[in-house]
């Protein structure tokens, strides 16, 4: 057989090797040739990925990652817009004309949580199946769907609340895309840069809670880009609540197609569910979970309900004005968070998030009206911006500590190099990335217990229960990953 026939050979480079392209300038050249660039073309499944490799990495994968990456980013955040219109929604009902009380205002604000984190556990373990390119482009376009019957269903008051509710439980199903897009994200980036990669898709992604919650309370005032009649305000003033949903659908398609033919599947990154319900068997599942729940629980969940609450309690305060600060904060914090525990360490960012959270609720506490007095705003709202901050950064030092407790699990007495080793390197990533998506599932319930919490309980008594929480979390957090004899120091 000819030799231009066969494959090119791959680079016998140690994959734990520490040359670096400036280092080793024909040792990349010869990976360039060896890592055909054809086969990591936009819209290709890749079958072969290896970011730990340094030569691999440096001619080859950052720039295929980085792609990818960029694509998942704008998906995420319109995901996020999705999951959150309800939040900027459900303040306006009132004021137009549905007769909704301010009790199942808040249950439409928490209702697409609740869809969001089950639909996550399902989407954590599709994601990796179907392929990250196929399912970013399939989950972004399935929410067109609730977003145009949300159009139309906001311009007719007499729309019955169960509508409503169908309706924002659809719309939920846009939180579920964060599962998939952080798990498959995670697999094309090596340890080294795991908590900055997961820190800005999640972070930015995130950014579409601030998003929705800006951009609605303007758009819905223009009457040029309205299809649809307009809904009056008890003083005749004419709004447009259905352009805080039509808004977003042909930026749906754009992102679906981009994603579709810009990203890639990874070969490594298809896995059964067969092989990944091995997590529910991990200890270190369960707790990272409860910390994680902690963190992003914390932030959508505040993110949800603070509009309505700031309506509420402080009413002669702007909603539109205040309320996508603290998401806002939060987002950009979790990328902070991710690139501050790369450097410092997981556990102890984490642990230093928890203080931060519990100590900016008791200020919230504080400055809520009690007993006739009626409160102070700026030092609420100023506190609830600090336990957005911290949550930020827990949402990012969290994920961050999950790889690396899997890959210490797994790799302990092995030596780098050997078959078993890449063996236990393989199942560490796959653990890893379903942990990933499987705390984030059950941390988006967050979305709809604080919403909920807040429609049955007085805010005082949600916001003790918090603070109770935040301690647990703590406790957790020091004893099995942060001190001196920590069973799985991350």
């Not at 080294?192 to 929705?212: D, M, P, R, Y």
Request: proline share 5%.
């Amino acid at each position: 057989m000819s030799s231009a026939l066969q494959p090119s050979p791959r680079p016998t480079a140690d994959p734990g090797a520490t040359a670096t392209c400036d280092d080793a300038t024909v040792m990349c050249d010869d990976a360039t040739a060896a890592y055909d660039p054809e086969n990591y073309r936009p819209g290709r499944t890749i079958t072969t990925w290896e970011p730990e490799n340094e030569v691999f990495w440096r001619s080859v994968g950052r720039k295929v990652a980085q792609r990818n990456l960029w694509i998942a980013v704008p998906a995420l955040l319109v995901a996020f817009v999705v999951w959150q219109v309800w939040s900027v929604t459900a303040t306006n009902l009132k004021d137009v004309g549905f007769s909704f009380s301010t009790s199942q205002l808040f249950w439409l604000t928490a209702i697409p949580g609740l869809t969001g984190g089950t639909a996550r556990i399902l989407y954590t373990f599709l994601g990796p199946m179907i392929g990250q390119r196929r399912f970013t482009a399939l989950s972004t376009v399935v929410l067109i769907v609730p977003l145009i019957w949300l159009g139309i269903a906001i311009q007719d008051t007499s729309t019955p609340y169960g509508v409503m509710v169908i309706i924002a439980a659809l719309c939920g199903i846009g939180g579920a895309n964060f599962a998939s897009s952080l798990a498959n994200i995670g697999f094309f980036f090596p340890k080294k840069e795991k908590g900055n990669a997961t820190g800005i898709n999640g972070g930015l992604g995130n950014l579409g809670v601030s998003v929705v919650q800006l951009l609605t309370p303007i758009v819905i005032t223009f009457s040029t880009i309205a299809i649809g009649t307009a809904q009056h305000k008890k003083d005749g003033t004419p709004v447009y609540l259905q352009n805080a949903a039509f808004l977003w659908v042909p930026v749906l398609v754009v992102l679906a197609l981009i994603a579709w033919f810009g990203q890639n599947d990874l070969k490594v990154a298809s896995t059964p569910f067969s092989r990944q319900k091995v997590i529910f068997k991990r200890k270190h599942n369960w707790l990272m979970t409860w910390l994680y729940v902690g963190t992003f629980g914390s932030f959508i969940g505040f993110a949800a309900a603070l509009p309505l609450l700031i309506k509420t309690t402080f009413p002669a305060y702007s909603v539109a004005t205040y309320a996508w600060m603290g998401p806002a904060l939060g987002a950009l914090a979790r990328w902070a968070g991710g690139w501050i525990a790369d450097k410092l360490g997981g556990a102890k960012v984490t642990i230093i998030s928890f203080v931060g959270m519990a100590l900016a609720i008791v200020g919230v506490i504080n400055f809520l009206p009690a007993g006739g007095d009626s409160g102070n705003f700026y030092g609420f709202f100023g506190c609830f911006l600090a336990a957005f901050l911290f949550s930020g950064i827990g949402n990012g030092s969290t994920f961050r500590q999950i790889p690396v407790i899997f890959r210490n699990q797994h790799l302990k007495g092995l030596t780098e190099g050997t078959s078993e080793y890449a063996k236990a390197l393989k199942q560490a990533e796959m653990e890893a990335g379903a942990v990933t998506g499987f705390t984030s599932a059950i941390a988006a319930y967050g979305f709809f217990f604080i919403p909920a919490m807040f429609a049955n309980f007085a805010v005082t008594s949600a916001m003790w229960g918090f603070v109770a929480f935040y301690v647990s979390c703590i406790v957790v957090a020091w004893w099995f990953y942060a001190r001196k004899s920590a069973e799985a120091p991350s």
